[in-house]
């Protein structure tokens, strides 16, 4: 595609339901990071892959959260027993390996825990 | 952290004026990227300064990054109303940290 597409664009999740989200790379991008943003804070590192390796994870700030990238392409981000604190912007960027400095990014979607 | 912080966290101009924002970091880097995010949207990237660069110009943006003092200053020259959004600095090699931003408002 275009560019990188994440679904849902808005999620309201109640406390304990959980969610999955879903992010669509750059069409040959190997890899691909998951961020967190709270409102008004800088994105955090969450997650990334390259291809189906994930290898770094030392951002999920709990085992609730749990990110798949199972053929290297499409991604998901699952969230288990969703609580309050939860509520943020999920972002997804992805980039070439050559080229792994500059990442594009998806528009986010927007979870919010009630 | 490589965290970097962006500084200050507001700013407001009116159109035309230049926008100043700064970026100190705590870390040694191999480069540093500022990213624009407007409201509700996803991050773009804007331009990309190496650790053995001291300024770098594109467009209306101007860069200069000083590794001796861990810091580096994005100018936008003659802003536009459709500069205001938030700019953030990024360090990191595949995983980025960046600071909590400067939300710039250009008053038309």
């Known amino acids: 595609g275009a560019g990188v597409s994440q679904s849902p664009r808005y999620k309201v999740a109640k406390r304990g339901q959980d969610v999955a989200l879903r992010c669509d790379p750059i069409s040959g991008h190997v890899s691909l990071f998951w961020y967190q943003q709270a409102l008004g804070q800088g994105p955090e590192f969450l997650t990334y892959f390259q291809n189906e390796a994930q290898l770094d994870k030392s951002g999920l700030p709990s085992d609730r959260f749990f990110a798949e990238r199972p053929e290297g392409s499409v991604s998901t981000l699952k969230i288990q027993r969703t609580q309050q604190e939860d509520s943020a912007v999920y972002l997804c960027?992805?980039?070439?390996?050559?080229?792994?400095?500059?990442?594009?990014f998806g528009q986010g979607t927007r979870l919010t825990v009630v | 952290s490589q965290q970097g912080e962006e500084d200050p966290q507001a700013l407001s101009i009116q159109e035309g004026e230049n926008a100043t924002m700064n970026c100190s970091y705590k870390?040694?880097?191999?480069?540093l990227q500022w990213y624009r995010q407007n409201s509700g949207r996803g991050l773009v990237h804007l331009i990309l300064?190496?650790?053995?660069?001291r300024e770098k110009h594109s467009g209306r943006l101007r860069v200069t990054l000083d590794t001796s003092k861990k810091s580096s200053s994005l100018l936008i020259t003659a802003s536009r109303a459709a500069d205001t959004a938030s700019y953030f600095c990024?360090?990191?090699?595949?995983?980025?940290?960046f600071g909590s931003g400067t939300k710039l408002n250009v008053k038309p």
């Open positions: 300064i190496r650790s053995n660069e």
């Open positions: 960027a992805s980039s070439l390996p050559r080229d792994r400095t500059e990442a594009f």
């Open positions: 870390t040694s880097i191999n480069n």
């Open positions: 990024a360090t990191g090699f595949n995983k980025f940290y």
